[in-house]
């Protein structure tokens, strides 16, 4: 019979091995809980967030149309390798994206794995797709797949790409308005960054914008519990733009210049109409537009906005302001004659030959021929000699004329609400002052009172000629709505501004001007021809120019047209003359003006 030891044996082995066994166990579930806890797992989240992009401001124009406005843009991507139905789901797709089946089953074939069918959906159809998303998981039109060990199943996403702007009138008010270049922000999203026009000049205004977002627990079936916890931070779209330039103007205007550009074969004509009280841009328009969402090659020569990028010598249209400089530092006595040095005999018209006048080794000619050897001031400006204007212009000492003209705005920026303004240029007080201590006149400041050898461009003299049509003050120039222009400043006396006032009214009335006279507006302004100049050498081009002003009994408004190198050869060689060319387009204007119930014609009694 065996011991009492040996009986408990078994026992005690049956206890250690049980011992074992749950030391096993046990050790086996300390390891599973310290892998779990070290493996990255794939547990629904207790929180959800949902962002909302913003977008860039909207640029309405003064009659609260949306001259340039933003998007939101979607993508759709599927895993090619989890399509079940491949041909149900092109045809699908198609029919809610409205691309072509062709062009999604090329893009299907051709690519094995995640793809990107679109990345330029727009709002309502990626709410379509949203929809198409649900019911193909109902059609099981995709499968699940093994990826990393693991069973996934990917269906059709829509997912918000970035922004795209948009310009529902295409080519109006180009080049003013800018385009845009397109930049993945930090977040991977597509911005856009204007790079010319009001674009760039407004664009950290336009692109001031906050993303909206929303975050916090979720329900079962994933939607936010909004509780004390949760986060709510509201969308905010950029900055809005409101332009002073109503559509219906700007683009009756485009429409007319392109028709005189193919009439008159020009490079460019180039408009601007301004309130002349307050500086504000009505129109600034150009015949060279381009649609800013659909860039070519062929536009890039327009890109800039010439009307203040674009420099030239602006010839007799600078005539008043040197005039105006003189009658105001009383170098103009009433009633004085000037000598016209056209000296011969008069020809079968009575006219004598157009006068010449040295100053030093150069000589100045007039292109009008009178009937007499002594002008008046009235003949001097209103048949544009550039005789009698050098000589009241050399009246005027070197600081009275360079301070003059800087006074008026040459060779200084408006400040017009745009980029990459130019200044153009006049010579120096220096170079005004050579032989003023000899009492000799002086050439610069001769060929520079009838604008040759200097530059300006054509926003700075619609800024100066509104001087003579806001009693001496100027203002500046603005695109941009706001509440009150508060720097007017008195350039010329209330007296001298008139006075050259009435003598622009008497060009149209009966000088250079005459074609844009409308009966019943009080209608004036002046004549420019001038070559233009390339590489330091004239050329047989010519910039053609009309500034002045158009009023009714309650609006003022100052107008100019700028006509680059309109044909002048062959039949049509007279169109380089701006009474042919830059007056008619001007004329135009007004009549828009009156048509659109910008101005009012007073009735003439008969």
């Given at each position: 019979?065996?011991?009492?030891?040996?009986?408990?044996?078994?026992?005690?082995?049956?206890?250690?091995?049980?011992?074992?066994?749950?030391?096993?166990?046990?050790?086996?579930?300390?390891?599973?809980?310290?892998?779990?806890?070290?493996?990255?797992?794939?547990?629904?989240?207790?929180?959800?967030?949902?962002?909302?992009?913003?977008?860039?401001?909207?640029?309405?124009?003064?009659?609260?149309?949306?001259?340039?406005?933003?998007?939101?843009?979607?993508?759709?991507?599927?895993?090619?390798?989890?399509?079940?139905?491949?041909?149900?789901?092109?045809?699908?797709?198609?029919?809610?994206?409205?691309?072509?089946?062709?062009?999604?089953?090329?893009?299907?074939?051709?690519?094995?794995?995640?793809?990107?069918?679109?990345?330029?959906?727009?709002?309502?159809?990626?709410?379509?797709?949203?929809?198409?998303?649900?019911?193909?998981?109902?059609?099981?039109?995709?499968?699940?797949?093994?990826?990393?060990?693991?069973?996934?199943?990917?269906?059709?996403?829509?997912?918000?790409?970035?922004?795209?702007?948009?310009?529902?009138?295409?080519?109006?008010?180009?080049?003013?308005?800018?385009?845009?270049?397109?930049?993945?922000?930090?977040?991977?999203?597509?911005?856009?960054?204007?790079?010319?026009?009001?674009?760039?000049?407004?664009?950290?205004?336009?692109?001031?914008?906050?993303?909206?977002?929303?975050?916090?627990?979720?329900?079962?079936?994933?939607?936010?519990?909004?509780?004390?916890?949760?986060?709510?931070?509201?969308?905010?779209?950029?900055?809005?733009?409101?332009?002073?330039?109503?559509?219906?103007?700007?683009?009756?205007?485009?429409?007319?210049?392109?028709?005189?550009?193919?009439?008159?074969?020009?490079?460019?004509?180039?408009?601007?109409?301004?309130?002349?009280?307050?500086?504000?841009?009505?129109?600034?328009?150009?015949?060279?537009?381009?649609?800013?969402?659909?860039?070519?090659?062929?536009?890039?020569?327009?890109?800039?906005?010439?009307?203040?990028?674009?420099?030239?010598?602006?010839?007799?249209?600078?005539?008043?302001?040197?005039?105006?400089?003189?009658?105001?530092?009383?170098?103009?006595?009433?009633?004085?004659?000037?000598?016209?040095?056209?000296?011969?005999?008069?020809?079968?018209?009575?006219?004598?030959?157009?006068?010449?006048?040295?100053?030093?080794?150069?000589?100045?000619?007039?292109?009008?021929?009178?009937?007499?050897?002594?002008?008046?001031?009235?003949?001097?400006?209103?048949?544009?000699?550039?005789?009698?204007?050098a000589k009241i212009a050399n009246r005027l000492t070197a600081h009275e004329f360079y301070d003059g003209y800087k006074a008026f705005g040459l060779s200084k920026k408006t400040g017009i609400d745009l980029p990459y303004e130019k200044k153009g240029v006049i010579h120096s007080l220096r170079q005004y002052a050579a032989g003023e201590s000899k009492g000799k006149d002086n050439i610069f400041k001769a060929t520079d009172s009838y604008g040759?050898?200097?530059?300006?461009?054509?926003?700075?003299?619609?800024?100066?000629?509104?001087?003579?049509?806001?009693?001496?003050?100027?203002?500046?120039?603005?695109?941009?709505?706001?509440?009150?222009?508060?720097?007017?400043?008195?350039?010329?006396?209330?007296?001298?501004?008139?006075?050259?006032?009435?003598?622009?009214?008497?060009?149209?009335?009966?000088?250079?001007?005459?074609?844009?006279?409308?009966?019943?507006?009080?209608?004036?302004?002046?004549?420019?021809?001038?070559?233009?100049?390339?590489?330091?050498?004239?050329?047989?081009?010519?910039?053609?120019?009309?500034?002045?002003?158009?009023?009714?009994?309650?609006?003022?408004?100052?107008?100019?047209?700028?006509?680059?190198?309109?044909?002048?050869?062959?039949?049509?060689?007279?169109?380089?003359?701006?009474?042919?060319?830059?007056v008619p387009v001007f004329r135009e204007i007004s009549k828009i003006l009156v048509k659109l119930n910008y101005l009012t014609p007073k009735i003439i009694k008969q």
């Amino acid at each position: 019979m065996p011991s009492k030891r040996q009986q408990e044996l078994p026992r005690i082995k049956k206890i250690l091995i049980l011992i074992l066994l749950i030391i096993i166990a046990f050790s086996i579930l300390i390891f599973s809980v310290i892998k779990t806890i070290k493996e990255d797992r794939e547990l629904p989240s207790l929180m959800t967030a949902k962002k909302e992009l913003a977008v860039r401001g909207n640029i309405y124009s003064a009659d609260n149309f949306k001259i340039g406005t933003s998007r939101k843009i979607y993508s759709a991507s599927i895993d090619t390798r989890s399509l079940a139905k491949k041909e149900l789901f092109i045809t699908l797709f198609s029919i809610y994206s409205n691309i072509e089946k062709k062009s999604l089953r090329k893009k299907i074939n051709k690519k094995r794995g995640f793809l990107i069918l679109s990345r330029t959906i727009d709002q309502r159809t990626a709410k379509d797709l949203k929809s198409l998303a649900f019911k193909l998981r109902k059609l099981d039109v995709f499968k699940s797949i093994k990826i990393n060990g693991k069973n996934r199943l990917y269906g059709l996403s829509i997912f918000e790409t970035g922004e795209e702007r948009l310009y529902p009138y295409k080519d109006t008010l180009t080049p003013v308005i800018g385009f845009m270049r397109k930049n993945n922000s930090q977040s991977g999203k597509q911005r856009v960054n204007g790079v010319k026009g009001l674009e760039k000049q407004f664009n950290n205004d336009l692109n001031n914008m906050q993303d909206g977002i929303l975050k916090g627990e979720k329900d079962i079936l994933s939607y936010i519990i909004f509780n004390k916890d949760s986060q709510i931070v509201q969308r905010e779209d950029g900055q809005d733009l409101h332009l002073t330039i109503p559509l219906k103007l700007q683009r009756n205007i485009e429409l007319m210049l392109d028709r005189y550009k193919e009439k008159l074969q020009c490079q460019e004509i180039i408009v601007s109409v301004m309130e002349s009280d307050t500086g504000k841009i009505l129109s600034l328009a150009s015949s060279n537009r381009y649609n800013p969402a659909r860039l070519k090659q062929d536009d890039i020569p327009n890109l800039n906005v010439n009307a203040i990028e674009y420099q030239f010598e602006p010839g007799s249209v600078i005539k008043p302001i040197a005039i105006s400089l003189a009658i105001d530092k009383g170098k103009i006595k009433n009633g004085e004659l000037f000598k016209a040095h056209n000296k011969g005999r008069k020809n079968s018209k009575g006219e004598y030959p157009r006068g010449k006048y040295k100053i030093g080794r150069w000589t100045i000619g007039d292109d009008h021929q009178f009937t007499k050897k002594y002008l008046t001031l009235k003949d001097i400006f209103i048949y544009s000699s550039n005789i009698g204007t050098a000589k009241i212009a050399n009246r005027l000492t070197a600081h009275e004329f360079y301070d003059g003209y800087k006074a008026f705005g040459l060779s200084k920026k408006t400040g017009i609400d745009l980029p990459y303004e130019k200044k153009g240029v006049i010579h120096s007080l220096r170079q005004y002052a050579a032989g003023e201590s000899k009492g000799k006149d002086n050439i610069f400041k001769a060929t520079d009172s009838y604008g040759q050898g200097i530059t300006s461009t054509v926003i700075q003299l619609i800024k100066a000629y509104s001087v003579f049509n806001n009693g001496g003050k100027a203002v500046t120039p603005y695109i941009v709505n706001k509440t009150d222009n508060k720097n007017l400043e008195q350039i010329i006396s209330t007296q001298t501004a008139e006075q050259i006032k009435q003598l622009l009214i008497q060009t149209v009335q009966e000088g250079t001007g005459t074609k844009a006279r409308i009966d019943g507006l009080e209608v004036g302004g002046k004549t420019g021809t001038a070559n233009i100049a390339e590489k330091g050498q004239y050329q047989r081009k010519y910039m053609s120019s009309f500034f002045g002003f158009v009023n009714d009994q309650k609006n003022k408004y100052t107008i100019g047209v700028t006509v680059n190198d309109p044909v002048n050869k062959g039949k049509y060689w007279y169109y380089y003359y701006a009474s042919n060319s830059a007056v008619p387009v001007f004329r135009e204007i007004s009549k828009i003006l009156v048509k659109l119930n910008y101005l009012t014609p007073k009735i003439i009694k008969q």
